[in-house]
């Protein structure tokens, strides 16, 4: 059974730093997709970034490009989102997502497995 775990989340002033983790079990961590939205309330989940293995392509929203890198280690089973210059609008519960399917992709469905969210939020 697959199951993901996020960390990292945290309050935070802003123009600061965080580093989430989203650790993956019950697979072959280099196979997938991997990615991470963003949910902040009263609206609708939304892409942040997905990262792919062989070759390695990343992709982000428009909104962080620039100021968030999404990054892997299949040694460890993890993925990461470093954060920086982070805004009040970044405050979110940030959730990790895991694909079966060969091409990443910014839509919610397109995702199989789901860790549990871990909450960002940026003060003004």
């Known amino acids: 059974q697959v199951q993901l775990v996020e960390s990292g989340g945290g309050l935070v002033q802003a123009g600061g730093s965080l580093r989430l983790s989203c650790a993956a079990s019950?697979?072959?961590?280099?196979?997938?997709?991997m990615a991470w939205f963003r949910q902040a309330p009263g609206k609708e989940r939304e892409f942040v970034a997905s990262?792919?293995?062989?070759?390695?392509?990343?992709y982000y929203a428009n909104s962080v490009k620039g100021r968030f890198t999404i990054s892997r280690d299949n040694a460890e089973n993890t993925v990461y989102l470093q954060a920086h210059s982070l805004k009040p609008e970044d405050t979110a519960v940030y959730y990790c997502?895991?694909?079966?399917?060969?091409?990443?992709?910014?839509?919610?469905?397109?995702?199989?497995?789901w860790g549990q969210g871990t909450q960002v939020a940026v003060s003004s």
């Open positions: 019950g697979l072959t961590f280099s196979s997938y997709v």
């Open positions: 990262i792919r293995w062989n070759p390695t392509i990343a």
């Open positions: 997502a895991l694909s079966r399917r060969p091409a990443a992709s910014t839509m919610t469905s397109a995702y199989d497995s």
